[in-house]
């Protein structure tokens, strides 16, 4: 009984898994492994905040059903009344400073977090203006290059390269509309805000491409807004660096991006 019920438990696990993999342009449900150390941070704080809070949860239910079974009416003499503890000093201060404490290690830890993530960093080897718009995004590298990543859902959009183990500074613009940067394995949803920048950087440890959507509904087009994160050795990136370089006409100002309307 056991073994089949396991067998189901891993046919509907393995439906979930294959169902979500290879989604156009979707992302994956299940948790990804973080690859910089801001991802890496999100999943800690979320492992650390969940883990407590399932323990407690379980605790919770298993007293309240031993409760229920142990002390059920059937089984008391008749008229029979409970010890009465309301108004227990004890009690009242205890039940009250423990979710407070729970809730306010959660509030630090958040603080925390986010302070390192999504406060303009100084020591960058790299920085990089995301502009959001509606719909695609623009990566301006400031020495000329700009990658164009247009939304699609016909395939993959062209992705965003940086070098491996570099710290990148991201800065975030709207040009029309609040749109968010969002790749799971890489960092928290970053806003992009017309008018108002906010700071992010991704520090990639491996070769390889992660996936990303937009995280703010933007307009029709919003589910187009795929994103995808390429890192590549820094000989590779050189090279592509160079080829960005050499199609890429210099233009004195900033060429005209796509029209919001
Ligand atoms: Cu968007």
Same mark, same amino acid.
């Given at each position: 009984?056991?073994?089949?019920?396991?067998? !189901?438990? *891993?046919?509907?696990?393995?439906?979930? &898994?294959?169902?979500s993999?290879?989604?156009? $342009? *979707?992302?994956?449900?299940?948790?990804?492994?973080?690859?910089?150390?801001?991802g890496?941070?999100?999943?800690?704080?979320?492992?650390?905040?969940?883990?407590?809070?399932?323990?407690?949860?379980?605790?919770?239910?298993?007293?309240?059903?031993?409760?229920? &079974?142990r002390?059920?009416?059937?089984?008391?003499?008749?008229?029979?009344?409970?010890?009465?503890? /309301?108004? /227990?000093?004890? !009690?009242?201060?205890?039940?009250? &400073?423990?979710?407070?404490?729970?809730?306010?290690?959660?509030?630090?830890?958040?603080?925390?977090?986010? #302070?390192?993530?999504?406060?303009?960093?100084?020591?960058?080897?790299?920085?990089?203006?995301?502009? $959001?718009? #509606?719909? $695609?995004?623009?990566?301006?590298?400031?020495?000329?290059?700009v990658? /164009? #990543?247009?939304?699609? !859902?016909a395939?993959?959009?062209?992705?965003?390269?940086v070098?491996?183990?570099? +710290?990148?500074? &991201?800065?975030?613009? $709207?040009?029309?509309?609040?749109?968010?940067?969002?790749?799971?394995?890489?960092?928290g949803?970053?806003?992009?805000?017309?008018?108002?920048?906010?700071?992010?950087?991704?520090?990639?440890?491996?070769?390889?491409?992660?996936?990303?959507?937009?995280?703010?509904?933007?307009?029709? *087009? /919003?589910?187009?807004?795929?994103?995808?994160?390429?890192?590549?050795?820094?000989?590779?990136?050189?090279?592509? +660096? #160079?080829?960005?370089?050499?199609s890429?006409?210099?233009?004195?100002?900033?060429?005209p991006?796509?029209?919001?309307?």
């Open positions: 009984m056991a073994a089949r019920a396991r067998g !189901l438990f *891993g046919l509907s696990a393995a439906a979930f &898994l294959l169902s993999c290879d989604g156009l $342009g *979707g992302i994956s449900p299940i948790f990804p492994t973080p690859v910089s150390p801001n890496e941070g999100i999943y800690a704080l979320y492992v650390g905040i969940s883990i407590p809070a399932i323990i407690i949860f379980i605790g919770v239910e298993v007293a309240l059903l031993w409760v229920v &079974l002390y059920r009416r059937s089984r008391q003499p008749a008229g029979y009344v409970p010890p009465q503890i /309301h108004g /227990h000093t004890g !009690l009242e201060v205890a039940w009250t &400073l423990a979710p407070l404490a729970v809730v306010l290690a959660i509030a630090w830890f958040s603080f925390v977090e986010l #302070q390192r993530d999504f406060q303009p960093i100084t020591n960058e080897q790299m920085l990089v203006v995301v502009r $959001g718009h #509606q719909f $695609g995004w623009d990566y301006d590298y400031g020495n000329g290059v990658v /164009h #990543q247009e939304g699609t !859902l395939g993959d959009v062209v992705p965003f390269v070098p491996v183990n570099t +710290l990148v500074k &991201l800065q975030f613009q $709207g040009t029309d509309v609040i749109h968010s940067w969002w790749v799971p394995a890489i960092s949803k970053t806003d992009a805000v017309p008018g108002y920048d906010n700071f992010s950087w991704l520090k990639i440890n491996q070769v390889g491409s992660w996936r990303g959507e937009c995280a703010e509904l933007c307009g029709v *087009g /919003h589910g187009t807004m795929q994103i995808i994160v390429k890192a590549m050795s820094q000989s590779d990136y050189d090279q592509w +660096l #160079q080829k960005q370089l050499a890429q006409k210099p233009s004195p100002s900033p060429s991006s796509a029209s919001p309307g």
